[in-house]
């Protein structure tokens, strides 16, 4: 149970599905459609779709790498969070977001597993919110070369120990995209 007050309700987090960040992504294409299945889901269940887009010296805002995937289309009612830093709270609105539509628990997918999804899912836990990791529902690129583990490797790992993460008052939890519920 979160231990945000009067914040009983459930949103769908989507971090980062854009075309530069999972060009290459490990099985980027059945990732997407787990993540695209989630937000079918989300929506006939009136359940928000907040959606987190990067940008940085490396992927330029407004460039055709910095755009979402086509298969995720956005629909302009849905939040959409500009950021520049791994942690999807950090210096964005996201917290504004979710208080506004009395959020205390996130369903979180997309991408990187070892940036931006770890970063934002510690994130969100030690600001108090319940969080669900997808787990077939996140990806990363192989970033071997420079010493990391192959990316079925991280993604596994980061599946792992957030099933086993706990702080008082809040839960963290492990589902693949079939299993998830957005029930309040």
Known sequence: MTTLQERPHTALLVIDVQRGVVAS????????????????????????????????????????GWEYVPELPRRESEPLVHKNYGDSFEGTDLEEVLAAAG???????????DACIRSTIHGAFVRGYDVTLVADAHTTNDNSKWGAPPPE????????YWQYHSAPGRTAAVTEAKGVTFAD
């Open 25 to 64: 992504a490990h099985e980027r294409d059945a990732v997407v459609a787990n993540i695209a299945a989630l937000v079918d889901k989300a929506r006939a269940q009136d359940v928000p779709v907040v959606w987190v887009q990067h940008s940085d010296e490396g992927l330029a805002k407004g460039s055709e």
């Open 153 to 160: 490797q991280v993604i596994a790992h980061t599946n792992l």
């Open 103 to 113: 959020v205390g628990r996130l369903v979180v997918a997309g991408a990187e597993t």
